[in-house]
């Protein structure tokens, strides 16, 4: 098994670690992962930003560069999204889009779907809050939706369910946006910080240890909200919590 480590632009710039802990998670696992050095941005913020039309060079370098491998993972399911459903398509290459469009997972889309792990063994004795991100929830269907009448379920807390230590706890609006958005939070700053401080005081009330979610993006905005109003309160990705527990 083949694996491709893809790292979205602000987990290179600002949260290395993250695409570390991703690496070390994934390798813990059993996987052969390499990280191709081509990879750029995959074009979500262009395209959300309604420049779809200039993604078309990201996206054939996205194909290009991936095109070998038998999986394709990322610690993002927004950016997994957008390769999956919001590229352009590219003519003369719609099978092999297609093709590499069934091979991106998120990371615990594919520790749950396809590695088949269940449950992580380890320890983390932290009580944690989980975000769950709009793009994984509602796009990917990382977890249950609220407003549908389904059965709840929910991959993160699967993968949390072995780990010694660890509690889980559950929230009072568990599916709430945080407000980020990407573009959102620069084009309605007010309504985005005001959404931010809404699902950080969920959190806050259940006196989280820790907030953690699958999507950096969304960590961010919750972060930068925390600092700026001294909440005690820190952030950890998915894959740091999993990595750090079977370490």
């Known amino acids: 098994m083949k694996v491709a480590l893809f790292i979205p632009c602000y987990i290179d710039q600002f949260y ?3 695409a570390k802990a991703t690496l070390e998670l994934l390798e813990k696992l059993g996987c052969d992962v390499s990280y191709p050095m081509d990879q750029t941005c995959c074009g979500q913020p262009m395209a959300n930003s309604g420049f779809e039309r200039e993604t078309v060079g ?3 370098q996205f194909l290009e560069t991936f095109k070998d491998f038998d999986f394709i993972v990322a610690p993002s ?3 997994v999204l957008h390769v999956k459903e919001h590229q352009p398509k590219i003519e003369r290459q719609e099978a092999e889009q297609k093709e590499i469009q069934h091979k991106v997972y998120e990371l615990s889309e594919f520790l749950i779907d396809i590695l088949k792990i269940g449950t992580i063994k380890g320890s983390f004795p932290h009580k944690i809050g989980f975000h769950s991100s709009c793009h994984g929830q509602r796009g990917l269907r990382l977890s249950s939706s609220s407003e549908l009448n389904e059965k709840p379920f929910n991959k993160a807390k699967d993968l949390f369910a072995g780990i010694q230590g660890l509690e889980v706890v559950e929230l009072t609006r568990k599916d709430e946006c945080c407000g980020f958005g990407g573009t959102f939070a620069v084009t309605e700053e007010a309504l985005s910080i005001q959404m931010g401080k809404d699902r950080l005081s969920d959190h806050l009330a259940h006196q989280v240890e820790i907030i953690c979610g699958g ?7 919750l972060q930068g909200i925390a600092e700026r109003n001294n909440k005690p309160v820190k952030f950890m990705h998915l894959a740091e919590i999993l990595n750090q527990a079977i370490s």
């Open 16 to 18: 290395p670690h993250v």
């Open 77 to 79: 399911g927004s950016c």
């Open 58 to 60: 990201t996206t054939k």
């Open 215 to 221: 999507d950096t993006s969304c960590l961010m905005h």
